[in-house]
């Protein structure tokens, strides 16, 4: 069982998360109407990604017999000035989420509830990676610094990511 607090946290962040994948899809789009297929295929992967974290959360509440109440999405902005704006926009992004989840986290100590502070190990070990991954693609951004053949590199290599 967890509280009625923690049950309407939990399902604040699982709508976090799907905000994420739609946000990171927008992303995504940006990226196609520019042509960068390889930074659009990152972002369609993170987005995934945040889906299945969003679902995560899902889980989770149903298995402690809570209620699953989804809320409104936002608008995601759907323009960047530069595809080194839109990753340093991810990556502020992603530290929200850490900040976000850091709270879960406190609260989850706070009520003595060990079963959701366990659950949410998980997530504070992801949310390392996450900003790190973010982070290397921001630095290798301001390396390629706008010329046209770095970028063009940098988007073949975002294109693996599987
Ligand atoms: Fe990007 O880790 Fe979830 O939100």
Avoid: C
Avoid at 10 to 39: K, T
Avoid at 128 to 157: C, F, I, T, W, Y
């Amino acid at each position: 069982m967890i509280s009625d607090k923690m049950q309407k946290a939990l399902n604040d962040q699982l709508r976090e998360e799907y905000f994420s994948s739609y946000l990171y899809l927008s992303m995504a789009a940006y990226f196609h109407s520019r042509n960068l297929d390889g930074f659009a295929n990152w972002m369609m992967k993170q987005s995934d990604e945040e889906k299945g974290h969003a679902m995560k959360f899902y889980e989770y509440i149903n298995e402690q017999q809570g209620k699953v109440v989804l809320g409104a999405l936002e608008k995601p902005q759907t323009d960047w000035a530069s595809p080194l704006a839109a990753f340093q926009d991810a990556y502020k992004h992603e530290q929200k989420i850490t900040g976000l989840i850091h709270n879960l986290t406190d609260m989850a100590m706070a009520e003595k509830d060990h079963a959701t502070h366990i659950f949410l190990h998980w997530f504070v070990e992801e949310q390392v990676e996450e900003e790190s991954n973010v982070s290397k693609v921001v630095e290798m951004l301001k390396m390629v610094n706008d010329h046209p053949q770095g970028l063009l590199m940098l988007d073949r290599a975002l294109g693996e990511r599987k």
